[in-house]
């Protein structure tokens, strides 16, 4: 599956340094599978204790099924918990757009399939404020065209290199490509002294 | 042109550049815990994969078991089950697991140096962020993801873009009540929150040079709240000191260290950055916001957010009522509700160490729970066979079990309501120490101590009456 153009509703969270403990909660990563977590994407800012909603804009009913989230700078720094990207996908959020990532969250994202990809901030003023105004938009992110369209606007991205070359090739779950080099891995490791 | 320690330790690793421009790099260490870990053997399952070098990895528990009723099953029935899972999976696939009470135990880590698995020159991973720690011999150390996870036990290989190297100096002599906590958290606090985004920091200088290698490891372990994906320090006759006679070193350990001293950057090495530090700028650091990067030392104000625009003035209001702390006040006088000594940044021998000498014959405020978690059980063991779990205790801390315990609170060790910590840990996320109002103040072992004995953040020079004579 080729992830070059993704389109989908988007939803804004606001706020630079939004860390994977903010996405998912430590007490959410009590599990063996991954299965289980799109309902705790960002629990304590959407939830109070009690379980009563905050109206968090994630739950906000024009927002409802919305495919793209956008947020600020730093996105996912913190922990390396694959939980929070794993939750992004199960709440059903494919892409996300920010200034910029933290680089294992970024990773992660990537070899789940989950594009993050970097726009300038006056790009992405533009771009949240017409989401806000016209929750309906459908927002697309092509990656041949390193690109975002939405409602007839086209905003520039940026993403890594390698990334993006992983993601039109549909290599970014690397596993295959690693065990292809067997006899290699053994011979490095025998040169090292670790075989 | 010489070449700096990462890319020596990486030249040797790469096995070949993969089609999308990454390059397939062998992992020498390979560190799992309950948390991040199990899923992977899921995933190998579903595949029919194997674990290929089951040598090259370490199993331990350290994240979610409780610190003060270690015995089994567990109370908390999930946290049995991850437990399980791995000792299970680890057993299968052949993979050495350092069960509780099997004296090995601990935080990751903590244990991985203790024992001389972690040696100079080697890639180390591990499902944890903080696994930059290791780079304080001379490691390139990464946090990785569970799927990562997943490609190692399968092929103990990791695809990877090469980072740029900042060297950062720090030159100059500590002054009293100033500790490596305090090094990193001004570094942070200079560099941000993400300067380090693509970078591997190299730390150098008088004051790296002086530190012993569990300083040097509390320093690399904040690389990650730096941004940056690894921090190293080059291997020197500290490192080697402090590695004879481990339980897993090679045991041709002077040829061994022919070989580490190799590693250590070239005189003449370039790097894409370089920042100086002047040890006399830092002082005893504490947080006062919701990222390691909003730091002050213990003598300024806390921020106010007139003089800032935009987001960033957003930023400082958002952690100021988080933290309900008034901008401008001193930090110094917060009021306190918890003091946490421990974790895989201040949880060694030598944390303990630092504060017995100083609490001694003090008593901890009358409204503060205290407690000191040892990060693994040997240094519960060392730490006791010296009197410290007594001395600990005499003045009013509780004296746990080994885990990471408070500064992450997946185990019962949690905050409840909006209570303040004063914690030697590494996040002072929202949230973060298990309550979703809780609020942590980050700093260094004797100012959590001076802030438990006083009741509030305090200055540890003034509370233990350091002085530049005191020894």
Known sequence: MSLSKLAGK???VQGNDIDTDRIIPARYLKCVTFDELGPSLFYDVRFESDGTS?????????????????SDDNFGCGSSREH???????????????????????????????????????????????????????????????????????????MKESTREAFLTSTFDPLDNLLGAKTEIHSTAKKLGYA | MGKNLFQKVWDDHVIRQLDNGQ????????????????????????????????????????????????????????????????????????????APESGSQGIVHVVGPEL??????????????????????????????????????????????????????????????????????????ILGVNGGVGYAYEYGGSVIDAMTMEERMTVCNMSIEGGARCGYINPDETTFEFLKGRER??????????????????????????????AADIKPTVTWGVTPAQAISIEELVPSPDKVEGLDKNLINDALSYMKLE?????KGTKIDVAFIGSCTNGRLSDFQ????????????????????????????????????????????????????????????KLVGDEICASSSNRNFIGRQGSSTGRTILMSPIMVAAAAIEGSVADAREVFNLTEETP
């Open chain 2, 354 to 413: 630092a504060v017995a000498k100083v609490i001694e014959g003090k008593t901890v405020a009358s409204n503060v729970r205290a407690i000191a978690v040892p990060g693994s059980e040997k240094v519960d063991k060392d730490a006791r066979a010296i009197g410290l779990h007594d001395l600990f205790e005499a003045a009013g801390f509780e004296w746990r079990k080994p885990g990471c315990s408070m500064c992450l609170a997946m185990n019962p060790d």
């Open chain 1, 84 to 158: 929070a990207p794993q939750a992004i996908q199960k709440f059903g959020l494919k892409a996300v757009i920010a200034g910029s990532f933290a680089e294992i969250f970024q990773g992660n994202c990537t070899t789940l399939g989950i594009p993050c990809v970097v726009m300038d901030e006056a790009n992405r003023v533009k771009l949240t404020a017409d989401v806000e105004k016209h929750p309906e938009s459908e927002i697309i992110i092509d990656l041949e065209g390193m690109q975002v369209i939405c409602a007839n606007a086209i905003y520039p991205i940026q």
């Open chain 1, 54 to 70: 905050k109206d968090h804009v994630l739950d906000a009913p024009q927002h409802e099924g919305a495919e793209i989230l956008i």
């Open chain 2, 249 to 278: 070193v090679p045991s041709d350990f002077d040829e061994a260290c022919e070989k580490w001293r190799g590693y250590a950057s070239d005189l003449e090495a370039s790097y894409d950055d370089e920042v100086l530090i002047s």
């Open chain 2, 23 to 98: 390059y397939q790099v062998f992992m020498a260490l390979h560190l799992i815990h309950e948390v991040t870990s199990p899923q992977a053997f899921g995933m190998l399952k579903d595949k029919g994969l194997n674990v290929a070098y089951p040598k090259r990895t370490y199993a331990t528990v350290d994240h979610i078991i409780p610190t003060d009723n270690q015995s089994r099953p567990l109370a908390d029935d999930m946290a049995e089950k991850m437990i399980q899972v791995l000792s299970d999976a680890s057993s299968e696939h052949g993979i050495e697991f350092f």
């Open chain 2, 116 to 189: 001389g698995l972690t040696q100079p020159g080697m890639t180390i991973c591990c499902g944890d962020s903080h696994t930059a720690t290791h780079g304080a011999f001379g490691c390139i150390a990464l946090g990785i993801g569970t799927s990562q996870v997943r490609d190692v036990l399968a092929s103990q290989t990791l695809a990877m873009d090469p980072l740029k190297v900042r060297r950062i100096k720090v030159d100059g002599e500590l002054s009293v009540g100033v500790t490596a906590k305090d090094v990193i958290l001004h570094i942070i606090r």
């Open chain 2, 327 to 331: 901008a401008g006040a001193p930090i």
């Open chain 1, 10 to 12: 988007g939803v804004y």
